[in-house]
């Protein structure tokens, strides 16, 4: 899409360019900046612009050497010149995001590679350097320090800027990676890297399930405690008499909707249904409910409060025909369900800070959660990239930190980042919500029965704020005003060396300075503000606290003088003084702490090894941590923070991170630092015994104590967004794989998880697997598809193999309709169906599709 905007004296025109699911390229045409000022007119007329540049990326192998066993990766720019003009020989930068960073310094041909801070990144040309004749290419080969297995690691977001005019940057708008097939482009030497994942790979991955029938398939999703069935049906021809009290209005209005589209108005006559708030026997949780249909007497709903009568209304959904059935009237089978949620906590996490998404997307996956009876919405609004919400008071926290876009003067906005590129009109870079419309979002979840945690990260994370908070100083500073530096976030005089993770080392909150603290308390009253303008409840802000770089803080005059005054020892005990501060001003507004898992641990070593263990100065402070961290030296931590106290929330990165790829496929999206996570990946999770099934030796590791097992609120599914600037890339990513993390939520253990025999597990594993994956394909998707929700889940591709001259094929979810062809042309809804074995000779290309026509992702196989 096309947008426009006055900036800066000229026009700024977005260009977008996003990578989709199947590895095709979408393009959309960039306007070239109008400059007014005349001698950046004439460079722009004088030489090629960025429209006349055509820019292509290529990973040229991977290498390994003894010094770096794990490897790096030679790649190149191919840079056309195909318009009129030369780029010149001087005076000219080549601009790119590269989220891992790539070696700096001189290049062949005269050309050297910079970094500009964080992931920006610029090529620039050298004394000697030729230039690029219309017409002529240029290769400009650099490397990458680190392996690139994804093309989400390639650089992204690429821009031209001329020194005489250094505030116009020109997108590069005919960008594209190119194909990463050959073997020397693959190669994972000894690096323990996961191999790619082919046709034949896929199928005996799905053949772990089997096809079943619609009738013995669980007609409520998730999996509800109790169930029981009658013999007969309640048919139902016009809408039921819906009776509710005024309480329930918000549920009753539901009800109303769920029918509304398939029947006729209530008649004389009509079936009853009840909603009610009461007591759900055997049940303490507010969240149980019971949902009763009986051919006599209609339906019946009664929660232990709203939320639990929303939640029996959502397994009603799921018992009404698919949209489009042909049968005049409704049947519902007579059953009684006694459900209630196994966690308290079942959450889902939205990063808008590194890509910025709209209100009409936040009330989609709002939608979305309810449906499948999530209810903690954790909105991680700020991050280094994006300050995503206004505060009142302090303006440059969204007129700064919220706009992303090219400047050659600091103070004005953020730099770009993953790829949001030159113009600080781009949707992804650009944007935050306004007071009002956070009011609209908070209320919008609470409708649905979702409570709303709003994150602000600190100390790390914060180069927004930091940046944004700078700029205030400055400018008040300028204007003669006292107070300037009231909410100052960083101390000028600090020369600590660190680097983050996202290659920044001017991103941290200083807790030597007053004002930081002056900033929290700010922004916390007004967040509690407007909770409480919009009804809505928040007992707690999580904090962030993940990722400070080692170094921080170190030598800071400001950080040593708080230090020596409290009697500080190491930056570790400034880090206890900084959440000590944090945590008192949470509690002034009646709200406790939240916060990654880093804000409960303590490093520290053990036999000269490096070693996180549970931090005593918080464990009676009520703090609930948000566990990450599972990977390699780390997979019991979870466990032995809930064993020491803390509440614990699990989100680890290997299971429930929606951002990681399914697999190991350059184009198959999403990143892969954690893992790859496949649909199977999340429903295999074991809450309580997660180590029971990871494949790893338990001798050092802990497991759950039973007061550890009570600390444990529940589980979150975390979707960041370095590669998400769509909401059809959301969707892919995080559906159907949120369906199972619903699951493992809301359901009890199943047997499988239980079962100390492996060969009794085994079986008792494939049965509830088809189970589920059944469920998904002829019930939960197709309703989604037929109800038009718009949510474009992620259609996986067919697993192929040839035997005896034949082509098998199967899906992750049996019985979906799949198609083929033979010709070399794609797979549509007019090509052949898949019905058994596939006899066609030549490449034979297959693909899923869903109940509205849309395509999964191609698979071929060739059958000579």
Not at 127 to 149: C, E, K, R, S, W
Not at 327 to 345: K, Q, S, V
Not at 719 to 725: D, H, I, K, N
Request: charge should be neutral; proline fraction near 7%; include cysteine.
């Amino acid at each position: 899409m096309r947008k426009q905007s006055k900036c800066g004296g000229f026009v700024l025109a977005s260009w977008l360019m996003v990578a989709m699911a199947g590895g095709s390229l979408v393009q959309v045409a960039y306007a070239a900046p109008e400059v007014k000022a005349p001698a950046a007119r004439g460079v722009l007329e004088r030489y090629a612009s960025g429209a006349q540049l055509r820019l292509r990326w290529e990973l040229v192998r991977n290498v390994f050497t003894p010094e770096s066993p794990g490897g790096g990766t030679q790649a190149r720019f191919i840079l056309s010149n195909v318009g009129q003009q030369p780029l010149p020989a001087r005076g000219w930068s080549l601009y790119f995001n590269v989220m891992d960073g790539v070696s700096t310094g001189p290049l062949e041909g005269k050309l050297v590679l910079e970094q500009v801070a964080g992931n920006l990144f610029r090529i620039r040309p050298a004394p000697g350097f030729a230039g690029v004749p219309a017409g002529q290419t240029l290769n400009i080969a650099y490397n990458h320090p680190d392996l690139v297995i994804k093309l989400a690691k390639a650089p992204a977001g690429p821009y031209l800027v001329y020194d005489d005019a250094p505030d116009v940057g020109q997108a590069i708008a005919d960008y594209q990676l190119l194909p990463v097939t050959r073997p020397e482009q693959l190669d994972k030497g000894s690096s323990g890297a996961k191999p790619v994942v082919i046709v034949q790979d896929i199928y005996r991955r799905n053949a772990n399930a089997d096809w079943l029938p619609a009738a013995a398939l669980p007609p409520v999703f998730p999996t509800p405690q109790h169930l029981e069935t009658g013999g007969g049906k309640l048919k139902l021809a016009a809408l039921p008499s819906i009776s509710a009290p005024a309480a329930l209005k918000t549920e009753a209005a539901f009800a109303r909707s769920l029918f509304a589209a398939g029947l006729p108005a209530s008649s004389a006559g009509a079936a009853a249904l009840r909603l009610s708030v009461g007591t759900v026997p055997g049940s303490t949780s507010p969240e149980a409910y019971t949902l009763t249909i009986k051919a006599g007497s209609g339906i019946d709903i009664v929660g232990n409060s709203a939320a639990g009568v929303a939640y029996g209304l959502q397994s009603l959904r799921d018992l009404l025909p698919l949209p489009g059935s042909d049968a005049a009237g409704i049947e519902l089978p007579e059953l009684t369900i006694t459900d209630a949620p196994r966690f308290e906590y079942r959450g889902f996490q939205l990063d808008v800070g590194r890509n910025f998404h709209t209100k009409q997307t936040v009330f989609k996956l709002l939608d979305l959660m309810a449906r499948y009876k999530l209810n903690k919405f954790h909105f991680h609004l700020t991050e280094d990239e994006g300050w995503r919400l206004e505060i009142a008071g302090l303006p440059e926290l969204t007129t700064i930190g919220a706009v992303r876009g090219h400047s050659a003067e600091p103070g004005v906005r953020l730099q770009p980042a993953y790829g949001s590129g030159p113009n600080p009109a781009d949707a992804s870079g650009t944007g935050y919500y306004t007071r009002a419309e956070y009011i609209e979002i908070l209320r919008y979840a609470a409708a649905r029965h979702i409570e709303v945690i709003p994150e602000i990260e600190m100390p790390g994370h914060a180069r927004a704020a930091v940046k944004a908070m700078e700029s205030r100083y400055h400018r008040m500073k300028a204007a003669g005003k006292s107070d300037a530096a009231k909410y100052l976030l960083n101390d000028f005089a600090d020369k600590s060396v660190y680097k983050s993770p996202q290659l920044y080392n001017d991103h941290v909150i200083n807790p030597g300075l007053e004002s930081s603290f002056t900033f929290i308390d700010h922004v916390i009253a007004q967040v509690v503000a407007m909770h409480k303008e919009a009804g809505a409840p928040l007992h707690t802000i999580h904090v962030g606290g993940d990722e400070l770089p080692s170094g921080a803080w170190e030598q800071s005059p400001a950080s040593r003088a708080v230090m020596q005054k409290k009697k500080l020892e190491s930056t570790a005990e400034l880090w206890d003084y900084f959440y000590d501060r944090v945590d008192a001003i949470l509690r002034k507004h009646g709200l406790y702490a939240s916060g990654w898992e880093e804000m409960a641990a303590r490093a520290t070593k053990v036999r000269g090894e490096h070693k996180l263990i549970p931090n005593p100065r918080f464990t009676q402070r009520g703090f609930s941590a948000y566990v990450w961290n599972n990977t390699e030296g780390a997979e019991d931590f979870a466990y032995r923070l809930a064993n020491a106290g803390y509440d614990i929330v699990l989100a680890p990165v290997t299971k429930m991170y929606m951002d990681m790829a399914y697999n190991a496929n350059p184009e198959e999206p999403g990143v892969n630092w954690g893992d790859y996570v496949e649909l199977d990946t999340v429903y295999d999770f074991i809450p309580l015994d997660y180590l029971k099934n990871a494949n790893l030796p338990l001798v050092g590791k802990d497991a759950l104590t039973d007061y550890g097992k009570r600390r444990i609120r529940g589980l979150e599914a975390t979707l960041f967004t370095e590669t998400v600037r769509t909401t059809e890339r959301m969707d892919y990513l995080v559906m159907p794989r949120l369906l199972a993390m619903a699951e493992r939520s809301w359901a009890p253990d199943p047997a499988w998880a239980t079962e100390t025999d492996a060969a009794k597990a085994a079986a008792l594993h494939r049965t509830a697997w088809s189970g589920f994956v059944n469920t998904l394909s002829q019930r939960v998707l197709p309703r989604l598809d037929l109800e038009r929700t718009g949510v474009d889940y992620r259609i996986a591709p067919p697993g192929l193999v040839v035997d005896n001259g034949k082509v098998l094929v199967n899906h992750v979810l049996p019985g979906i309709a799949m198609r083929y062809t033979s010709d070399g042309s794609e797979p549509n809804t007019t090509s052949k169906p898949v019905d058994g074995p596939i006899s066609d000779k030549g490449q034979i290309k297959v693909a899923a599709f869903g109940r509205n026509g849309r395509p999964g992702v191609v698979s071929r196989i060739d059958n000579p």
